[in-house]
């Protein structure tokens, strides 16, 4: 088997919803076996930027809200877009300050992520950011967000809990675990 061909064959593509941060296509196909279906994608106009803040004491930050597509509420990192195009790092940056009023002076990236690759090409990007001090939040406006600090063991285990179950925080979060235990971090 050849990886690197794509074992599906596109017949039509048709748009069928759009919006400022999203479209939708829905993709007449050729499966695999050769029969045929159809595909739907999400394609994200943003790239999904993520940071996992740490203080000296190994201290983090979460943001919770409610999340209008699972109707729960959601305690995650600091999470937020990045228009295509504009520089990662900075959106970052931006995201942590207003979600959480944190301003970071050394910042690592930790990950690269497909966010749900069976129906979406979204993208994110997560960032470690260090030497912090705390400011004022400024949420945008669809934004009702409670911060929380907590001892990174706290959140690893909120994970493990099955307490956190956002896609970019708990990849984040497992990663870092890992990193803590063979001392790269």
């Keep these: 088997m050849n990886i690197d061909k ?7 593509a048709s748009e069928i919803y759009e919006n400022p941060w999203i479209r939708v296509t ?9 029969k045929n279906g159809i595909y739907g994608k999400v394609h994200f106009r943003n790239l999904a930027i993520g940071v996992v803040p740490l203080d000296d004491a190994f201290n983090t930050y979460l943001v919770g809200q409610y ?4 109707e729960q509420y959601s305690w995650e990192i600091p999470e937020g877009g990045c228009p295509l195009g504009t520089d990662p790092l900075e959106s970052a ?5 207003e979600e ?8 690592d990236k930790l ?5 749900s690759n069976s129906v979406t090409d979204e993208h994110g ?43 970019l925080s708990v990849a984040a979060i ?11 971090l």
Aim: proline share 5%; glycine share 6%.
């Design 174 to 184: 497992l990663k870092i675990k890992l990193m803590m235990a063979d001392g790269r």
């Design 6 to 12: 794509n074992p599906w064959t596109v017949l039509s």
């Design 100 to 107: 959480t009023g944190l301003l970071a002076r050394r910042w």
């Design 26 to 34: 829905e993709y007449a196909v050729l499966n695999p076996s050769g």
């Design 125 to 167: 990007i997560i960032y470690i950011a260090r030497d912090i001090e705390e400011g004022e939040a400024t949420p945008e406006e669809t934004e009702l967000l409670v911060v929380r600090k907590l001892p990174f063991e706290t959140v690893y285990l909120m994970v493990m809990n099955g307490e956190i179950t956002d896609s």
């Design 93 to 97: 940056k931006r995201e942590l300050a």
């Design 111 to 115: 990950m690269d992520i497909h966010t």
């Design 67 to 70: 999340r209008f597509p699972v």
